[in-house]
């Protein structure tokens, strides 16, 4: 039967040696516990002040019994004491906040913890998750990437929200292919992130709206009503004119000529309420005009005429009536007399 290759007095013996060689090396200070030696598993103290990073990484690998490895480029010294003994995964995680503090992290791949540079740590994380679920399973200091997938809001709407939470040495990028955010930062900051973006990425569209017209025509409010609440952008050549809003929160409005009626969906009551305003402005009787002029623009619906051709056989009268009788208004004083309009009343 094959002897395991360390055995517990070997250990044992190890951590001696290493305190050792901590006290050798000039640190004030090492690592206590109660008992000759630190046993895997067990409660432990820590006493490290300023002690070489290196040399406590290897303590953190023999009490946790991780294989840790340190990158050349880590240097330095640290401080990591506590009052009372604690856990060995406890012990690990305040080490990590140790060297998050310093500008260093812990990055886990296939059961090696890399002490790294925090710069590095975004380029050899292993860890991808795609649920919050598995991200609140891993250790705060610990670097991750997360895919944030998002049913109703744009990522790129996110984007300018979310970066400044995010340290310059993690990043964030958009993949518009399937509307998600990918993300690589500490573990405990991308459960905050996954609160906000749940928080953000919501329904923000309300219900359709029908707005009845009373003296104006659908098909000639509509684009008016679309340019003013869209401010001008759906004209702009080439895509958004600046500062334009995302398409997902455009006003969409639409003209039913049948019922003279208006269809809203707007991005949120804000908008629908705005609509209602400029439409009750505009959608006056020619008697509420602002200057007093009484409008002469009338809306027939028609039972069995088709509205086209019955358009161009009106027109045609109309043109017929103004020609014939063009000489005899040209007999008033000075000669040039206006035309007057019909009054409404006369208009069956």
Known sequence: MMK?????????????VLIAATFL??????????????R????????????????????????????????????????????????????????????????FAVVEADGL???????????????????????????SNQIVTQIFRLNYESPNNLLPVLRPLIPPNNTINVNPGNNSLVITDYADNMRRLARIIASLDVPNASDIEVIQLKHSVATDMVPLVQRLVDGGSAAAPGGAAPGATDASFRTTLLADPRSNSLILRAANPARVALVRTLVDK????????????????????????????????????MAANQQSTMPGAAGGAGGGAVP??????AMQ
Request: no cysteine.
């Open 282 to 317: 505009l959608d006056r009787a020619p008697s509420e005009s602002s200057n007093g002029a009484a409008g002469n623009i009338y809306v027939v619906y028609l039972k069995n005429a088709d509205a086209v051709r019955l358009a161009a056989t009106l027109r045609a009268a």
């Open 340 to 345: 007057q309009q019909s009054a409404p009343q």
């Open 40 to 103: 895997r598993g067990e409660p432990i103290t820590l006493n490290f002040a300023n002690a070489d990073i290196e040399a406590v990484a290897r303590t953190m690998a023999v009490v946790t019994g991780r294989d840790v490895v340190v990158d050349p480029r880590v240097k330095g010294t640290m401080n990591l004491v506590t009052d009372r003994a604690i856990q060995p995964a406890a012990a690990f995680n305040q080490f990590a906040s140790a060297l998050r503090l310093q500008g």
């Open 25 to 38: 090396q000039g640190a004030p200070a090492a690592f206590a516990q109660t008992g000759d030696a630190p």
């Open 113 to 139: 913890y890399k002490v790294v540079p925090e710069a590095d740590a975004k380029l050899q994380s292993s860890t991808v998750n795609t649920s919050i679920s598995a991200t609140a399973s891993s250790g």
């Open 4 to 16: 395991p290759l360390f055995s517990t007095g070997t250990v044992a013996l190890a951590v001696r």
